[in-house]
């Protein structure tokens, strides 16, 4: 029996262990982070020389453009942080007064909740960037066409979100989880 409880007891640290496996996919995402400053960066140089040039509604475009990349560097953030303390290891260092509020307090629905606003967020910016544009298309059937997805996805990415803050509302209601 003592033999059979030492190989439960290997096997399973060996399965909490295996947590650091996922390590390198949070390596991953800081390179994936860094991708997006790039992004950022370059859309930034690309546009400020012209801004003199420009009409509003191509600087609200490139605005939108800009908040969008923000949003989802927001988004691989609160998954990087939150995703590494909740599955992998506690951060174990002293950040002071510049650690976020959220760190460390955003479990698993709290996270799930983050990334479907952010998406529903990052939906609507380019559904807006899309209206914005709206003159420049000639052909009226891809036009409607368009249109119909970007909303049909959006208002899906809506759905979803209202769904998954229902069942999660629901959960915390019940008295078994």
């Not at 960037?129 to 996805?153: C, G, H, N, P, R």
């Amino acid at each position: 029996m003592p033999e059979q409880n030492s190989v439960e007891r290997r096997f399973e640290k060996l399965l909490f262990a295996s947590r650091w496996l996922m390590a390198p996919m949070y390596l991953g995402l800081v390179v994936a982070l860094g991708m997006l400053l790039v992004v950022f960066t370059r859309e930034i140089f690309a546009y400020a020389p012209q801004v003199m040039t420009m009409e509003s509604e191509d600087v609200i475009l490139v605005v939108l453009t800009l908040i969008d990349l923000t949003l989802a560097a927001n988004l691989l953030l609160i998954v990087l942080f939150s995703g590494y303390e909740n599955f992998v290891s506690k951060f174990d260092f002293d950040t002071g007064a510049d650690r976020p509020g959220w760190m460390g307090s955003v479990d698993f629905a709290g996270l799930k909740m983050k990334l479907i606003a952010s998406i529903v967020a990052i939906s609507a910016i380019d559904l807006l960037k899309w209206f914005m544009s709206i003159e420049e298309y000639t052909d009226a059937a891809a036009m409607d066409q368009k249109l119909y997805w970007l909303v049909v996805v959006h208002l899906t990415f809506v759905t979803s979100g209202v769904l998954m803050a229902l069942m999660d509302w629901m959960v915390s209601r019940s008295d078994k989880h």
